[in-house]
């Protein structure tokens, strides 16, 4: 079936780092990729989306690239603020009109100042 | 815009009792889903309804959950009785025909 596997967290930096989080999946078909950002005691954001390979997405400094060939979707940011502390999850969806979303497990970002 | 609204956003109850949580879309989102998000884990699509029809409940353990979306608008999910392992985060999201899902603050259950 689908599903997707992020690296494992919690990951610590200090502000100003570069950060990368590993995002892989499986899937039939051809997905559309996402990434959502969980602020503490808020409701999960979409923060950045690909449809098709080779699609970049990119919001608020964070980008990830659609890659088919290893089927990846790494988000990436040159340099992380004290805000970026959140949870951060990979997502897919094969069904494109009814956007079934299937979940990576999280990773939790925490920056020190 | 009004965001997707959700209450209540704490509960607790003893194993065996029910519990039902309440989701109100953003205005004119036909598309409604329901998440269950174990902590450590990734959410989970319990139910997806659009407008007053289920599209998808194959995840919905249906001895014990139940969902209606009665006016194609407000949603209720419940669960009867509860489970010590239904402690999660419940999540409420809608989008409309097209676009992305939006979603709301989430129901803290905590079964004891």
């Known amino acids: 079936g689908d599903s997707v596997t992020q690296m494992e967290g919690p990951v610590t930096l200090s502000e100003e780092a570069f950060l990368t989080i590993n995002c892989t999946y499986t899937?039939?078909?051809?997905?559309?990729l996402f990434w959502y950002v969980q602020y503490p005691g808020e409701g999960l954001q979409l923060l950045l989306k690909?449809?098709?390979?080779?699609d970049k997405g990119s919001n608020k400094g964070f980008e990830a690239t659609y890659r088919k060939e290893t089927t990846s979707f790494h988000l990436e940011k040159g340099s992380v603020q004290v805000s970026d502390s959140a949870v951060y999850f990979c997502?897919?969806?094969?069904?494109?009109?009814?956007?079934?979303?299937?979940f990576g497990q999280g990773t939790r970002l925490t920056i020190n100042p | 815009e009004a965001g997707v609204a959700q209450s209540p956003r704490y509960k607790i109850i003893e194993k065996r009792q029910s519990v039902a949580f309440w989701c109100n879309p953003i205005?004119?989102?036909?598309?409604l889903y329901w998440y269950q998000q174990i902590l450590g884990q990734g959410p989970k699509l319990l139910i997806q309804?659009?407008?007053?029809?289920?599209?998808?409940d194959s995840q919905l353990p249906k001895d014990r959950f139940s969902a209606e979306r009665l006016k194609g608008v407000d949603s209720t999910l419940k669960i009867q009785p509860a489970k010590l392992e239904d402690s999660a985060v419940y999540l409420c999201?809608?989008?409309?025909?097209?676009?992305?899902?939006?979603f709301g603050p989430g129901t803290r259950l905590t079964v004891t």
């Open positions: 999201a809608s989008r409309q025909i097209t676009g992305y899902q939006y």
């Open positions: 205005s004119g989102h036909a598309t």
């Open positions: 309804f659009q407008n007053n029809g289920v599209v998808d």
């Open positions: 997502a897919l969806s094969v069904i494109q009109g009814a956007q079934k979303l299937v």
């Open positions: 690909a449809t098709k390979a080779d």
């Open positions: 899937a039939t078909g051809y997905p559309s």
